[in-house]
């Protein structure tokens, strides 16, 4: 019977640790830039850009979300722009039902993420259906 008690008591640590395993700091496949993924208040994961590899313009000036299809949040710079929304925890290494927004393009895509191990997170952003979008390799910083 005890055996069985520490079972259910430990049961939700063991699955709030899985689901916060996705949180850290993480490189892109492109490699110009690192996201913080974080878990928020309301229990989603999110991520934000906190370190580019080439934070300035061709002109020496901070990079901006220039390609942002809403004219009035183009002057925002890229480092500490979210990029990842309202990701939610699934199961076991998986999320979903989240948004990311490529800077690059302006656009907005789903999201599904797959942790494959510690230091490998797939990212699939897509439109639709997520078997027509595209996989991306990220890999852990920390």
Not at 3 to 15: A, E, N, Q, V
Not at 26 to 43: C, F, P, R
Not at 123 to 136: E, L, N
Request: charged share 25%; net charge positive; with cysteine.
């Amino acid at each position: 019977m005890t055996l069985i008690r520490l079972i259910f008591t430990l049961l939700p640590f063991f699955l709030i640790a899985q689901e916060n395993n996705i949180c850290g700091i993480w490189l892109e496949e492109k490699k110009q830039s690192h996201i913080e993924i974080y878990q928020t208040e309301k229990g989603l994961f999110e991520g934000k850009i906190i370190w580019l590899a080439e934070p300035l313009n061709e002109n020496g000036e901070i990079k901006k979300d220039k390609e942002n299809p809403n004219e009035l949040l183009r002057g925002q710079t890229l480092k500490g722009l979210t990029i990842i929304k309202k990701l939610e925890y699934l199961d076991k290494n998986e999320w979903g039902n989240g948004t990311i927004y490529d800077a690059r393009s302006g656009k907005t895509y789903s999201l599904n993420a797959n942790l494959k191990n510690d230091k490998t997170l797939f990212m699939r952003g897509y439109i639709g259906f997520s078997f027509i979008g595209k996989t991306t390799t990220w890999t852990k910083v920390n």
